[in-house]
């Protein structure tokens, strides 16, 4: 089986198994009461979805149908190509491969985090990334709510992390499937045992550790920016410990937004291009 096909059969079966278990979870220990109806969520979140799987697979079959495009415009297809022409510092040093993994995790799980802080600074970013923080309530579903124009530029850019670090196909797609499935955890609305919460963040993002990312406050939601590691908040004195209003009394999403518009289909991808360019709280 060839190495993309392996990755769509990993990554989808890690994806079905972490996000049954985690929406299993959150019905069993919800954290918070939700403000819009489920159903309308997540049936606008999970087409999202779809929209984004189907965008990546189409820039996946691009070099394939264009003979003139040489790059792979996915993270896997580059980790391949940089393994068959050396390219990137892993590919040039000779490091136990288990070591390789480990630094490939931790640089690329970096490059997501600074993708993230990015996205809150640069303009044309936050029109795009506002889509995701427009949610006004945050679970699973959450986790998968980013505009296709969004997936597909941060695609190309771990194409560039890739080529430039040459980690493995295999470190890839380990990658991916530990950031989708951590991304999961941690926008779900999940009531984790205080004791556990302060015990998993000292190494990862927990629910509560995330949620404070989502406030309306713009205070807060600059800040977590992690989706896996949460030692790049601490280093770079991002880091938010709880929502000052507490989990239950917070207002998740944007504050020019509080409305049902977030969770209708049309509106979340059409929201990049209205004129308000900020909607911070």
């Known amino acids: 089986m060839e190495t993309p096909a392996l990755e ?6 890690a994806f079905l198994a972490v996000f049954a278990v985690m929406a299993l979870l959150e019905r069993a220990r919800p954290k918070r009461p939700l ?16 929209i984004d799987s189907l965008a990546v697979r189409l820039m996946a079959a691009l070099p394939a149908i264009f003979g003139a495009v040489s790059v792979p415009l996915v993270a896997v297809a580059a980790a391949v190509l940089a393994g068959d022409w050396g390219w990137g510092l892993l590919n040039n040093v000779a490091w136990p491969g288990w ?3 480990i630094v490939a995790l931790v640089v690329l799980d970096f490059a997501i985090w600074f993708q993230h802080l990015a996205s809150h600074k640069v303009p044309l970013l936050w029109r795009l990334h506002r889509v995701h923080h427009a949610d006004r309530d945050i679970d699973v579903t959450t986790a998968l709510r980013f505009h ?3 997936i597909a530029l ?10 430039i670090l040459g ?3 295999l470190a890839v797609i380990l990658f991916e499937i530990i950031l989708s499935g951590c991304a999961m955890f941690n926008h779900a609305n999940l009531d984790l045992p205080a ?9 990862v993002v927990t629910p509560d550790m995330h949620r404070v990312h989502h406030s309306v406050r713009r205070a807060e939601h600059d800040s977590n920016y992690g989706f896996n590691l949460s030692i790049w908040d601490r280093l770079f004195r991002t880091y938010t410990a709880q929502p000052a209003a507490g989990h239950q009394g917070m207002t998740i999403g944007l504050t020019p937004y509080q409305s049902d518009g977030p969770a209708r289909l049309g509106w979340s991808l059409w929201l990049p291009f209205v004129s308000r360019t900020r909607g911070h709280g």
């Not at 403000?35 to 779809?50: D, E, F, K, Q, S």
């Not at 004791?195 to 190494?203: G, N, P, V």
Request: charged content about 20%.
């Open 148 to 150: 296709p124009v969004e």
């Open 35 to 50: 403000v819009l109806p489920r159903l309308m969520r997540w049936r606008t979140n999970l087409a999202i979805v779809v």
């Open 154 to 163: 941060s695609m190309l850019y771990k194409v560039a992390w890739v080529l």
């Open 8 to 13: 769509v059969v990993w990554r989808l079966g």
């Open 167 to 169: 980690p493995s196909a």
């Open 195 to 203: 004791w556990l919460d302060r015990a998993l963040r000292t190494l």
């Open 99 to 101: 070591l390789e993994v």
